[in-house]
């Protein structure tokens, strides 16, 4: 008899009848024809028996114990990795299990870690941005108004202040930004379909925010006294970067920042075996808002949709650029470093806003 291919004995293990979990001790034992029989060592009776090939043999993973499964359901259960090893080998000349065979071959290793990298970036570079986009399209209206609730409550608890601006101030400017609010996409629909305003504007001191003026999700849009004093008497330089703040909303640049840090979360997570509780607080706690800025492109197309709505609405197509010529001029920002985290301001950027307001003043 053969059983483990080195010293020719029997393998000692386990045996379980078909359908159950109560095991006795046996060994198993194979002749040269093939056919391996388990033995009660007690009685000398025969348990099961079977040809090799016909014996199911689990894989190899790591000290795991093997068990083979005979046709009539019963179990022979091992310890002996190394003799069943010999035995499969016998059987079909195949080497140990797979799983196996990449533990103890490095290079197939590294092969399957690159190609779980590969399938990483490629979710990352297609998939996240396709997926953002459908999350995007059937987010019912109550989830960002949550949100942008939430942020705001949290803004007004730590550090905005109300607002000291004149009420003579507030009031131009308000009127200003509700003529830019009923020129946009969102607010024609919503004036032509009898609903709230699209569009609300919220005057705060910033504090230690500064001068900044953003958006949330659900059209709420962030004023603070500092950014209206930096801007001295111009009011149209303001309302530019009110326009600006409404193409976020407009191309739901906050949801779509707020997905795909979501999808990347979710990412990370699943290849370290977490997915639930990081992706989830961050969808849930809309204060994660406040710490994600927008992309260059999303930047640029805000820019470009000021522009554009500041000369639909019949002003200075021009004010955006303006305001950004203020921040270069005093507060110095020649070098394109971000002042703002949601407005970098480079001389770059004035340039192009120049060349795009021509482009739209000379449109019919």
């Known amino acids: 008899m053969v059983s483990d291919g080195r010293s020719g004995g029997p393998l000692s293990g386990l045996w379980r009848p078909p359908f159950t979990a109560r095991a006795t001790s046996a060994v198993l034992s194979v002749d040269m024809a093939g056919n391996a029989r388990t033995i009660d060592p007690t009685a000398k009776t025969t348990l099961a028996q079977a040809h090799l090939g016909k014996i199911e043999i689990s894989d190899r993973v790591g000290s795991i114990p093997r068990m083979l499964t005979f046709p009539d359901g019963s179990v022979f259960e091992t310890g002996d990795n190394d003799a069943v090893d010999a035995l499969i080998s016998a059987r079909s000349g195949r080497l140990s299990g797979f799983v196996h065979r990449l533990e103890r071959f490095h290079p197939r290793l590294l092969v399957l870690v690159a190609l779980v990298i590969g399938l990483a970036f490629a979710t990352y570079r297609y998939a996240v941005p396709v997926l953002v986009e459908v999350a995007v399209a059937v987010t019912p209206p109550v989830v960002p108004a949550l949100m942008s609730h939430s942020v705001l409550a949290s803004l007004d608890q730590t550090v905005l202040q109300p607002s000291a601006l004149g009420a003579d101030r507030r009031k131009a400017i308000s009127n200003g930004f509700a003529e830019l609010a009923a020129a946009a996409r969102r607010g024609t629909a919503a004036v032509a379909e009898n609903k709230a305003a699209a569009y609300t504007l919220h005057f705060r001191d910033g504090g230690m925010i500064g001068p900044n003026a953003f958006a949330l999700p659900d059209g709420s849009i962030i004023l603070t006294d500092q950014l209206v004093e930096l801007a001295g008497n111009d009011d149209e330089a303001v309302l530019g970067v009110l326009a600006h703040e409404i193409g976020h909303v407009d ?51 805000a820019d470009r949709f000021s522009v554009e709505l500041m000369h639909k609405a019949g002003r200075d197509p021009l004010a955006i650029g303006r305001f950004f010529e203020l921040l270069r001029d005093r507060l110095g920002d020649k070098e394109g470093s971000d002042f703002f985290s949601t407005h970098p301001a480079t001389p770059e950027r004035i340039e192009e806003t120049k060349r795009y307001a021509e482009e739209v003043a000379r449109q019919p």
């Open 251 to 301: 191309h739901a640049h906050s949801l779509r920042q707020l997905y795909r840090a979501a999808g990347v979360t979710a990412l990370i997570m699943l290849i370290g075996g977490d997915i639930g509780s990081g992706t989830e607080d961050l969808l849930v706690q809309g204060s994660a808002l406040l710490s994600l800025s927008y992309s260059r492109d999303a930047e640029r197309e």
